[in-house]
């Protein structure tokens, strides 16, 4: 589980800067575009001690293949998590929830994405303190049932069990680090999506 600095209510003030002028990052942002996605760009901030927001977006909504998703809880994230995201939202959740569950999605929940922390245990920092990752709770959907991975991982029906593997396995095509509560207790509330090229699906 990731956890929170004890030194982040005093961190210093961000450096803040004007939006990111690699390519990279203005190609990414016209591949968002190109999904439909609802999004603003933000400026390049740095925080200090190894967090940052650096080529950073914050999504409003994604484009499923009828309908606009709401995303609830969502923070700054960096574009190419943003893009990532946008494909599985549509090709991996929603049309997975009418194939398995009858019915289309119509918000995903979230715990947040950035957040000045380390990996729990290590003095490593986590995916968060670079907005690079995404934790997933839930999914509502348009019949009004909400799907959690706290309850409904091993307590659903089939159904739901059968969409939530199927929503994670994915997400493991699309992101370099995913973590769900097979990988541990902490992760037993949530999907941990990170895009860091690892290519870990626990």
Not at 50 to 56: A, D, F, I, L, R
Not at 125 to 152: K, M, W
Request: charged share 20%; net charge positive; with cysteine.
């Amino acid at each position: 589980m990731d956890i929170p600095q004890a030194t982040q209510k005093t961190a210093s003030r961000p450096a803040s800067g004007t939006l990111s002028p690699r390519p990279a990052y203005r190609q990414c942002l016209s591949e968002l575009g190109a999904q439909h996605a609802s999004f603003t760009p933000l400026p390049d901030q740095y925080f200090g001690q190894g967090c940052s927001n650096v080529g950073t977006v914050r999504l409003a909504s994604l484009r499923s293949d009828t309908a606009s998703l709401e995303l609830s809880n969502l923070g700054p994230v960096t574009c190419s998590v943003a893009t990532d995201f946008a494909g599985w939202a549509r090709f991996g959740v929603d049309r997975a929830a009418e194939q398995i569950l009858g019915s289309r999605v119509m918000r995903i929940e979230t715990y947040g994405s950035y957040s000045c922390r380390n990996v729990a245990g290590t003095n490593r920092r986590s995916g968060h303190a670079t907005a690079n990752a995404i934790d997933v709770s839930a999914f509502v959907l348009d019949d009004g049932r909400r799907i959690s991975v706290l309850d409904d991982w091993d307590g659903g029906t089939d159904a739901e069990r059968r969409f939530l593997r199927v929503v994670h396995q994915s997400a493991c095509k699309r992101f370099g680090t995913v973590l769900g509560p097979q990988y541990n207790a902490a992760h037993r509330n949530h999907f941990h999506l990170e895009a860091d090229g690892a290519n870990f699906c626990r």
